[in-house]
């Protein structure tokens, strides 16, 4: 049997593009509306993708620079959102098999919390829940969460991997069968199956046991986004699936290995973490077709929307003093987003783009990689990625909804599955069961 690949819808709405939601054909407002979030749900579902997945920011992303009187953020889309693990929730009754993953933060957050909601989630889905564990990247968020500066670098990755030991330590508060209900007896629970966590270190004291019983899928899975040097550590230690931006098949094959083979000093084995790329396809009947769609949606972004989106990986340096066809300058160590800013100069220097080229590269996908072409096209670059052990799977970021992601669905699924290489249907019930993933043991077992 061939390797199967696994797919994430990363419902990035309007729109990954930052212009997207302009196109004739986009809905704008994917962003508020609940019925247009369960419409996608839905579709993801009928096409067999893995899960959905909601990235998230505690902030109005460019809310420094808006105070500051920067009124190109006015142009730019995905300000507003629903909350995504509310959105879970509502979309789990309306869904039956698809995977549902957010973000939450381990910087902004308390790991009770956290664990609860997930958990919660993961009962009113029957065993379909993920948490997308990631460090704060926007550093508007600091002035939501008392404080004037985001926090450093380092200390969020610790932070992090306490955080990560507590939640799962809740997670294990009780085991399988806990619950007797026994009325005969008066008995609601086995003693003997229930823990306290007691923990105590450097960034939290959690007494716990959580008030949610274990989850019906062992434990959430555990997505990670990180993929500089301790996002990678921290990937290697707690991820179920990996999602990153990799645009070189030469180094995503290098991340896949570099991820994979730091598994085994933390017991784990390289195929208990799926590696999953994010890819932006614009879809014709013709590679010219498709090319004419790409280059429509890039008219339709202003320059200084683009260097605005792009300023946010630039912190340290002005970058709208640069000249917009000179080279793409140098940039300081950043206090966030540090491999997305490499991946961003790797680009520029390989590729030997200007500032304006750069800028427009990284609005159009946010440093994802976009692929130009035919149904075919993109089903054999897909192909090659899972065969060459660049990727175990992609998320699917579309430029603005519902149209490209109901092309990628109707019309490269179905060439894939005729490929061999993805399902068309859903091997289990619960989202590791679909993803091939153990059922991680209790820490009490």
């Known amino acids: 049997m061939k390797k199967q690949m696994k797919l994430g819808a990363f419902l990035s709405v309007p729109g990954n593009h930052l212009a997207g939601w302009r ?13 247009w979030y369960m419409r996608l749900a839905q579709m993801a579902e009928r096409a067999c993708y893995d899960t959905i997945f909601f990235q998230d920011t505690a902030a109005v992303g460019g809310s420094d620079a808006l105070a500051a009187g920067d009124m190109t953020r ?44 997930f958990a919660t989630i993961d009962h009113i889905s029957n065993g379909r829940a993920g948490w997308n564990l990631v460090t704060s990247q926007i550093e508007d968020e600091a002035g939501n969460f008392n404080r004037d500066e985001h926090v450093e ?58 008030n949610v019983a274990r989850s019906p899928q062992g434990r959430p899975v555990v997505a990670q986004a990180g993929s500089s040097e301790p996002g990678r550590e921290l990937a290697a230690r707690t991820a179920d699936v990996v999602f990153t931006a990799q645009t070189e ?26 590696i999953m790329p994010g890819i932006t396809p614009i879809i014709g009947r013709t590679e010219a077709e498709a090319r004419e769609k790409y280059e429509a949606l890039q008219a339709l972004l202003p320059d200084d929307v683009a260097l605005s989106a792009l300023a946010r990986f630039t912190r340290g340096i002005d970058i709208f003093s640069y000249p917009l066809d000179g080279p793409m300058p140098d940039l300081p160590e950043a206090n966030s987003a540090k491999s997305r800013q490499q991946l961003i100069m790797d680009m520029a220097r390989k590729h030997n783009m200007t500032l304006r080229e750069v800028a427009r ?35 699917v970021i579309c430029s603005y909804y519902p149209g490209p ?41």
Request: charged share 25%; aromatic share 10%.
């Open 23 to 35: 196109h004739p054909d986009a809905v704008p407002e994917t962003d508020m509306d609940f019925g």
């Open 74 to 117: 006015t142009r730019l889309s995905r300000i507003v959102k629903l909350e995504p693990t509310a959105t879970l929730a509502a979309l789990a009754v309306g869904t039956t098999h698809i995977g549902l993953i957010a973000t939450a933060t381990t910087t902004y957050n308390e790991p009770y919390n956290i664990a609860r909601r």
């Open 153 to 210: 670098h380092a200390l969020r990755y610790e932070r992090a991997i306490e955080f990560h030991e507590v939640v799962t330590g809740l997670w294990d508060s009780w085991d399988d069968g806990a619950f007797l209900h026994d009325k005969a007896s008066g008995v609601w629970f086995d003693a003997d199956k229930m823990h306290f966590l007691n923990h105590r270190g450097k960034h939290f004291q959690v007494r716990g046991p959580l």
């Open 249 to 274: 098949i030469e180094a995503a094959r290098a991340f896949y290995a570099d991820v994979k083979g730091r598994t085994h000093r933390f017991g784990r084995t390289p195929d208990d973490i799926k």
């Open 361 to 395: 590269s990284v609005s159009a996908a946010q440093g994802h990689r976009v692929l130009v072409g035919t149904v075919d096209y993109i089903a054999s670059e897909l192909e090659t990625w899972l065969d060459q052990d660049a990727a175990d799977g992609f998320n």
């Open 405 to 445: 992601f109901q092309a990628f669905s109707e019309q490269v699924i179905p060439e894939l599955q005729r490929r061999g290489i993805f399902r068309t249907t859903y091997e289990g019930r619960t989202l590791r069961e679909n993803l091939g993933l153990r059922v991680p043991a209790s820490r009490y077992a």
